[in-house]
């Protein structure tokens, strides 16, 4: 059995919800500042049409800072028959991936600005549903390791 973990749940949860507040003061400070703008044309933006357009912006937002932290998992364990990726999150959702299912275990980096960057882990499944991993700092070459060491446990390298 191989576990690794590239983050904690709770940091992971700290910093999404840490976005939550930046993300609607950008928001609120974008709204306001089309409203005051409005102002002078003939046809103001109206109040409520501000608001649905600030509800539906958040929303996305939102959105594309989950889908970067909480939807990507923090640990796995690899077990004789299976994958399983623990997710950070309220649930803390487990998913298991069958060992037959993975068709590659692949990882990807951040720019390479200095000795350590974001490296991150995916497992492509033959259906092609990608899971990938929050990002963790370290090498490249630790990052090249990380994959190998996962495909040699699992059979896939």
Known sequence: MVTLTFASPDAVNSQFLGLLPVLAGIVLTALLVLWLGSRKHPQPISVRGLLFAGVAIYSV???V????TIGN??????ESDAVYLQYAG????RVRLPKSSIASVLFGIGKVTNPTTACYISFET????????VSFQVSVDACKATRVAIATAIGKL
Not at 73 to 78: G, I
Not at 90 to 93: A, L, S, T
Not at 126 to 133: I, L, N
Request: aromatic fraction near 16%; avoid cysteine; hydrophobic fraction near 40%.
């Open 126 to 133: 033959k259906q092609q549903e990608r899971y990938r991993s």
């Open 73 to 78: 998992f923090v640990a796995l364990t690899v």
């Open 65 to 68: 800072a989950y889908s970067s």
């Open 61 to 63: 937002m939102v959105w």
């Open 90 to 93: 309220m649930g803390q959702e």
